[in-house]
């Protein structure tokens, strides 16, 4: 397994403390569209021995186990700090500067979400809190709401052409937000958030968005755009547009597809391409989502009403012409 030089350190290095590159069984799938963010280690049996600390990274890892294990020991530097089992769904928060290693005699399949101080600092002050000096230690406790976006973080890696990096930061950022709530002591309020976007901005935020439908633009940067801080334009855009912006960008993606099936005669697999989608499949299920119907039946239920709707309309033209015709007639006897 060769992680290459273009992943992050703290990627290559946990690979390297965990023997991973030299376990046969092992795989580490790393993120292309987020690489800093997250990735995927899994492997049909245990660690040969237990691990070398990891040094010289700052941040914290946040493992969440996607299956269970039977027995696993967390130390900090020398220090045992838990040992037993974890569960389907088990949360660890981990400060890197406190030298993690483990022992993993079992096999093990895990999303780790890499999560550094300067994003927690900015959720908190959003929040108008003091930054977050420590995340509240938890080794293998379930948390249900991590649990689940480390699910769709995770599924991303299995379809990485079907998610788009303003979804994943969206992913991400919530799943910020949670840290920062349930382990670094936050109080976080949506009061200081009431209100929309001005008029400005929200022409602004649609500008943006629909000059890049394949989603392939940070969120950070729509923000940024707008000046306001990412928890700030995520909650305004939905205030806004009572939907968040990687759901605002699918429906506008659907319309675009919609026009063109309508007014042109491309192929759906060249149509999903032009309006931002990875391929057809991928317009098929979120337009299938929305409207219920497939792209396809959408095109031909269409085709056949404005077919049916001409004949009709040209012959009440005609009917209106010839009675004209027999007025004029009459009014000229």
């Known amino acids: 397994m060769d992680m290459g030089h273009k992943f992050p350190t703290v990627w290559n290095q946990l690979a390297d403390t ?11 799938r790393i993120s292309n569209v987020a690489p800093f963010s997250f990735a995927r280690l899994r492997s049909d049996r245990g660690l040969p021995e237990i691990a070398r600390p990891t040094t010289g990274e700052s941040g914290y890892i946040v493992p969440v186990q996607l ?9 900090f530097g020398k220090r045992k700090v838990s040992s037993g089992s974890y569960p389907t769904g088990g949360v660890s928060a ?21 999560v550094t101080h300067g994003a927690l600092a900015d959720i908190a002050y959003e929040h108008r809190s003091p930054p977050v000096e420590q995340l509240r230690g938890t080794h293998g406790h379930p948390d249900p709401i991590v649990y689940h976006l480390a699910k769709t973080l995770s ?4 379809h990485p052409r079907h998610a788009s990096k303003i979804f994943l930061d969206h992913v991400l ?18 009061a200081q958030f009431r209100g929309g976007l001005s008029t400005a901005l929200m022409r602004r935020a649609k500008e943006l968005l629909e000059a890049n439908l394949d989603g392939n633009i940070p969120l950070r940067h729509l923000a940024e755009a707008c000046g306001l801080s990412t928890s700030h334009y995520t909650r305004a855009f939905k205030e806004t547009f009572r939907k968040p912006p990687h759901r605002w960008l699918i429906e506008r993606r659907i ?10 005669h491309l192929p759906i697999a060249d ?17 299938r989502r929305i409207h219920g119907i497939s792209p396809g039946q959408w095109r031909r239920a269409t085709t056949r009403e404005r077919g049916s ?9 005609r009917s209106a012409a010839s009675g004209s015709t027999r007025t004029a007639r009459r009014a000229g006897r």
């Open 94 to 114: 981990i400060d890197l500067r406190d030298e993690p290693a483990v022992l993993l005699p079992h096999a093990f399949d895990t999303v780790i979400v890499y």
């Open 18 to 28: 965990m023997y991973l590159n030299h376990l046969p069984t092992a795989e580490v």
């Open 255 to 264: 319309d675009r597809a919609k026009d063109l099936m309508t007014n042109s």
């Open 271 to 287: 149509i999903a391409i032009q309006c931002g989608f990875a391929d057809q499949s991928a317009l098929n299920r979120s337009f």
């Open 67 to 75: 299956a269970a294990i039977p027995y696993i020991e967390q130390f």
């Open 309 to 317: 709707a001409s004949p009709r309309t040209d012959y009440s033209d």
């Open 173 to 190: 950022h919530a799943l910020n937000c949670h840290l920062v709530s349930s382990y670094g002591g936050v109080k976080t309020s949506a």
């Open 155 to 158: 599924a991303s890696l299995e």
